[in-house]
């Protein structure tokens, strides 16, 4: 299984910027996918997740500002990200559980796109 991500960049703050990851490979179902970010010096984060059935939960810091969305069809799920802030700038990872068969899943991570934000 792979996640691939795409929509990272540079942006000035009030920006947007719209993440993209997709899922490939042995997969018989997603059940939670999600958005997690690193700055540098800091640990990994939850930004926002999103069940298979559309329920979602987000971190306080991207309340009001981000929205998650998935495509079940297509194995995608995006981060519209509005209102940047440059402590928003991190490495953001693609995240998904993923079942390969029916009775076996695990945890799968992408390679990350860097998201900058200056002010």
């Known amino acids: 299984v792979q996640l691939v991500e795409s929509g990272g960049g540079l942006v000035q703050a009030g920006g947007s910027l719209r993440l993209s990851c997709a899922a490939s490979g042995s997969i018989y179902s997603i059940n939670d996918m999600g958005w997690y970010r690193q700055a540098p010096g800091k640990q990994r984060e939850l930004v926002a997740r999103i069940t298979r059935g559309g329920t979602t939960d987000y971190a306080d810091s991207a309340k009001g500002r981000f929205t998650i969305s998935r495509n079940n069809f297509l194995n995608t799920v995006d981060l519209q990200m509005d209102s940047l802030r440059p402590e928003d700038t991190a490495v953001y990872y693609c995240?998904?559980?993923?079942?390969?068969?029916?009775?076996?899943?695990?945890?799968?991570w992408g390679q990350g796109t860097q998201v900058t934000v200056s002010s």
């Open positions: 995240n998904a559980d993923v079942r390969s068969t029916r009775y076996s899943g695990d945890s799968y």
